[in-house]
Nanobody, 125 residues
């Protein structure tokens, strides 16, 4: 079955950087769109960045220019490089996968059927 395992979260001061990884297994990785989402208690899960099978990417306005989503198809691994972190970036970050055609259309959490367990990112001021 599909398995997604995130890693790389942690605590960092504002202005710092973290890189999240998501190891995927149980399906043909290159056939799926992948995404990073985040959620804080009491709020809906929001899309951070998505990437499709052609390598096209889509970012939330709040992270454009600071975050970079990428993938290594040979390693079945998704990454999220997060730079210039802000306290408002504090959240649980989730990796997601679903078959799709375009990253730009996959901006809502309910569109993704497969999820990892999440990794916590905490940014202090």
């Amino acid at each position: 079955q599909v398995q997604l395992v995130e890693s790389g979260g942690g605590s960092v001061e504002a202005g710092g950087s973290l890189r999240l990884s998501c190891a995927a297994s149980g399906y043909t990785y290159s056939s799926y769109c992948m995404g990073w989402f985040r959620q804080v208690p009491g709020k809906e899960r929001e899309a951070v960045a998505t990437i499709d099978t052609d390598g096209n990417t889509n970012y939330a306005e709040s992270v454009k220019g600071r975050y970079t989503i990428s993938q290594d198809n040979a390693k079945n691994t998704l990454y999220l490089q997060m730079n210039s972190l802000k306290p408002e970036d504090t959240a649980m970050y989730y990796c997601a996968a679903e078959m799709c055609r375009s990253a730009a259309t996959m901006t809502l959490a309910p569109l993704f059927g497969y999820w990892g367990q999440g990794t916590q990112v905490t940014v202090s001021s």
